[in-house]
C-alpha cells in the first residue's frame, strides 16, 4: 500500500472514533438511536511485559500476533482487536520475525499484512504452516494477490481499511474453531 494513503485511514479512524464517541444528535431517525456504539480505541488496558517493547493486553478472549511492516497500522489494528476482547501477544513489522514471534507466543491466531518487504505474509504465512500445521493465520491486505490467499494456507483475507465489525465476526468465526482445552491453556501459558 502506498505509505499517503496510511494517514488517510488513520484519520478515517479518528473520525470513525469521533462519531462513535459522539453524543448522538437526533436527526429523526430512529436508526441513529438504536445504532451499536463501541468505544474506539478501547479503554486503556493494564499493561504486562511484551514482545520486542510492544505493549499486550492482559488474557481476555484469544491470544493473536500482529505483523505489519508499518508500525501505525499495527498497532491501530491491534488497539482493534483490543476492543473485540482479545489479547494481543505482540505486534511485528515483518514476515521474518512474524514467523519468530509465532515459535515464541504461540497464539491462536495470526494477523498478517499480505505486502510486506523482503519476506511477504503469504511466505510468512506457508513458513509458520511448516512449523505448526494448526495455526490460524488471516492475511490483511488494501490490495488483495491476484491469486488469493489460497496457496499461502491462510483461512482468509480481510481488505484494508479493515472494518471492526467484520473484524469482529472474522474473530469470533475463529474463536469459535478452537477447541476449548486449547482456549483454556493458552490462556494459562
Not at 509458520?128 to 491469486?147: E, G, M
Amino acid at each position: 500500500m502506498p505509505f499517503f494513503l496510511y494517514p488517510l485511514i488513520t484519520a478515517l479512524c479518528s473520525l470513525d472514533w469521533a462519531l462513535a464517541t459522539a453524543e448522538p444528535r437526533n436527526h429523526g431517525t430512529e436508526a441513529l438511536e438504536n445504532r451499536r456504539l463501541r468505544p474506539f480505541p478501547p479503554k486503556k488496558t493494564p499493561i504486562v511485559a511484551g514482545f520486542i517493547g510492544m505493549k499486550v493486553s492482559p488474557s481476555e478472549g484469544m491470544r493473536v500476533l500482529i505483523a505489519d511492516d508499518l508500525r501505525t497500522v499495527g498497532t491501530s489494528l491491534a488497539d482493534m482487536v483490543r476492543s473485540c476482547n482479545h489479547e494481543i501477544v505482540a505486534v511485528v513489522g515483518s514476515g521474518l520475525e512474524a514467523i519468530q514471534a509465532y515459535t515464541v507466543h504461540r497464539p491462536d491466531l495470526v494477523l498478517m499484512d499480505y505486502w510486506m518487504p523482503n519476506l511477504n505474509g503469504a511466505t510468512a504465512c506457508r513458513n509458520i504452516l511448516a512449523k505448526d500445521p494448526t495455526a490460524r493465520v488471516i492475511l490483511v491486505s488494501a490490495w488483495p494477490p491476484s491469486n488469493g490467499v489460497g496457496d499461502s494456507g491462510a483461512l482468509t483475507l480481510l481488505p484494508k481499511p479493515v472494518d471492526l465489525d467484520r473484524l469482529e465476526a472474522t474473530l469470533d468465526g475463529v474463536a469459535e474453531t478452537l477447541p476449548a482445552d486449547e482456549e483454556a491453556t493458552s490462556r494459562s501459558g
